[in-house]
């Protein structure tokens, strides 16, 4: 069922992808044009994904609720990561984001703390002092 | 003679202090990433190029290094394969059939001595086979037209799912949706900005790199919790720690043969590292399998699919070098490499850049031997590793995907554009679509443009220009053959309501 539903939106994707691409104008004197490329792979993808409504796989398997929490949790945990990066500065956002990590893959609280802070300051050495990276240190607290 | 002095240039090359050091650091980090269950060589590559770019490496030097890390993936995958019966990376699945068996009765140390031979004489064979055939096949393709190039890009899209078996709607699917991702930008013809919504941040396009990364490192971290929640038993013991000479080379005719099998799987479209271990492997089984004793740890039985995939992966770099055209994840990701290295693969390589070609080679020569040297003696450090606890691992792997990617442009807007393709990867897997076809498109998407461009401007605007090659006409032959091949297995598969 999934597949059908997938090759829907891929289908959707592709008829407006290829709607787009009819927009662009062709360059003076060039005998392919920005369109043609894009026109053929859309249209491509668009066959392609009427052979996936007719022909579905069976669905996979759905995850198990705490492991689709964890995983939700990761991602917020990514998405945090880089939010926090410039503002708080690579060694103390590091230090969060690898001890959230840390948790979230099984480790206590003290190890997850202790992972964290020797992997945000050892990142912090190896790459901005030893291979002269230059990353941001805390910009939040020293401007 | 001239492969012979361009070789012995080679060597001149590669045996610099500071590449043979990045040699050895390769071979050890790729044999470790190669062990750790869940991170394959498609990661351990992606995640590492934009270290060596940060470390300020010379082209040469980091090509070197990656490559030293892709060889060393081949042999350390065996290692967990045999202790834990957990691949470590997806071409050592037939190593567990006959590899974990032996371990299980206290012949651990004989089963990774058995293989590493194998992988070593495998990934030598597979050297030997690109340093003799790679330039020919080079010196041929210096007369393929921008017609041709475009059939043969046709061809890699059209055969990476190979004889799989997998629904190759889906295959095709990832290779149209790799292709339509690449003309995200300024388009290089003309100039004209396509799909990028008007975000200034689109019109470089997307960076392979950072697809890479957000596709195969990202998703195998959200991943992660599905496929290893359940963990299995403990390892194996390793017993005494060196094998007996003797033993080691029991497996010996057999990896000889999983050589010549797995290089001619890896030279091949579509095939790569995990089709070489798997022929060899039946293949092994039907020459010498008289008693029924493989799958029970039979010392042919790992020693013909390490050979298989270790030559596998040095034959698939033939069509990348000389063609540009990679035929496996692996080699995509070393194409994406040598693209942002600015290294242009194809068959003028060879005769412009003859140092890094050979460079290349020769190092490959030293990483065989490297790791024969590491894989023998120091086997049990790599084992002891395998107990490093995932919760340490897994942030320290994702810190430095991060680190690597925001050292390329500095902008926060990339790692969100990798953790998008992180989601897109995941949700391909889960669909159980292929995600390598989606790199392959995004990288060459650009150069297949290009050369229909070139040829139609030969022709004035003629399409007919792409069928009056015989060439090309062969080219698109043998994909079309394969294509019938691919669907006729899918088709026939389709009764089998058990298979997932």
């Not at chain 1, 997850?112 to 990142?123: E, F, I, P």
Request: glycine share 12%; hydrophobic share 55%; with cysteine.
């Amino acid at each position: 069922m999934i597949d059908r539903i997938v090759g829907a939106v891929v289908f959707m994707i592709s008829v407006s992808a290829f709607w787009v691409a009819r927009g662009y104008e062709a360059g003076f004197g060039d005998p392919l044009g920005p369109a043609v490329f894009p026109q053929m792979v859309a249209g491509g993808a668009a066959i392609l994904s009427l052979g996936l409504m007719l022909r579905p796989d069976p669905d996979p398997k759905a995850q198990s609720r705490p492991a689709m929490t964890r995983q939700i949790a990761t991602l917020a945990v990514l998405v945090g990561y880089v939010l926090l990066l410039e503002p708080l500065g690579f060694p103390l956002s590091t230090t969060l984001g690898t001890a959230c990590l840390a948790l979230l893959f099984g480790a206590g609280p003290a190890k997850a703390g202790v992972t964290g802070l020797a992997v945000g300051l050892s990142l912090f050495v190896i790459f901005d002092t030893v291979l002269g990276l230059p990353l941001p240190f805390a910009p939040a607290l020293f401007g | 003679m001239d492969i012979l002095t361009s070789l012995i240039g080679g060597f001149a090359v590669a045996v610099t202090p500071l590449n043979l050091a990045l040699a050895v650091f390769g071979c050890f980090a790729g044999t470790l990433i190669g062990a750790l269950p869940g991170l394959g060589p498609v990661n351990g590559v992606a995640i590492l190029i934009p270290v060596a770019f940060a470390m300020k490496l010379e082209p040469g030097s980091a090509l070197i290094m990656l490559s030293c890390i892709y060889y060393g993936c081949m042999y350390g995958g065996r290692i967990s394969s045999i202790m834990l019966n957990i691949p470590g990376d997806e071409p050592a699945i037939m190593t567990t059939l006959d590899g974990y068996p032996m371990a299980r009765r206290g012949q651990a140390a004989k089963a990774l001595g058995i293989s590493a031979v194998a992988s070593f004489t495998g990934a030598t064979f597979a050297t030997l086979g690109l340093t003799f055939f790679a330039p020919l096949l080079a010196k041929a393709a210096i007369h393929f037209g921008p017609a041709d190039y475009f059939a043969l890009y046709v061809m890699a899209f059209a055969t990476i799912g190979g004889v799989t078996g997998v629904n190759p709607f889906k295959t095709l699917l990832a290779a149209m949706l790799g292709l339509l991702l690449a003309s995200v930008g300024l388009d290089p013809g003309t100039g004209t900005a396509r799909f990028t919504f008007g975000s200034f941040h689109l019109y470089d396009g997307f960076d392979p790199i950072v697809a890479i990364v957000g596709l195969f490192a990202v998703s195998e971290i959200i991943m992660y919790f599905e496929s290893h929640a359940t963990s299995g038993a403990g390892p194996a013991k390793l017993g005494r720690a060196l094998p007996r000479l003797r033993e080691v080379f029991e497996g010996f005719p057999a990896a000889l043969r999983g050589s010549v099998i797995g290089f001619i799987c890896g030279v091949l479209p579509g095939a790569g590292a995990s089709l070489g271990a798997f022929v060899s492997y039946s293949t092994e089984k039907q020459i010498s399998d008289k008693k029924g004793t493989f799958g029970t740890g039979d010392p042919r039985g790992i020693a013909a699919p390490e050979a298989g995939n270790n030559a596998a992966s040095g034959g698939a770099l033939i069509p990348m070098l000389t063609l540009g055209v990679p035929g496996s994840g692996t080699t995509a990701v070393m194409l994406a490499l040598l693209v942002s290295l600015n290294i242009q693969p194809g068959p003028l390589l060879f005769e412009r850049q003859p140092d890094i070609v050979w460079g290349l080679i020769a190092a490959l020569y030293l990483a065989n031997v490297v790791l024969l040297l590491l894989n023998v003696p120091m086997v049990g450090l790599f084992t002891r590793l395998l107990s490093l606890p995932q919760w340490l691992l897994m942030p320290v792997v994702v810190m430095v995907s991060f680190i690597g990617i925001y050292s390329i442009s500095h902008s926060t807007f990339d790692l969100f554009v990798m953790i998008g393709f992180g989601l897109l990867g995941y949700a391909l897997r889960k669909l159980e679509i292929s995600l390598v076809p989606v790199v392959l498109g995004l990288l060459l998407g650009a150069d297949m443009e290009n050369n229909l461009r070139r040829a139609l401007s030969i022709s004035g605007g003629d399409f007919g220009i792409l069928l009056q090659s015989p060439i090309a006409l062969v080219i698109y032959g043998f994909t079309a053959l394969m294509l019938m091949f691919s669907f006729g297995i899918a088709m026939r598969r389709r009764p089998d309501p058990l298979e997932g």
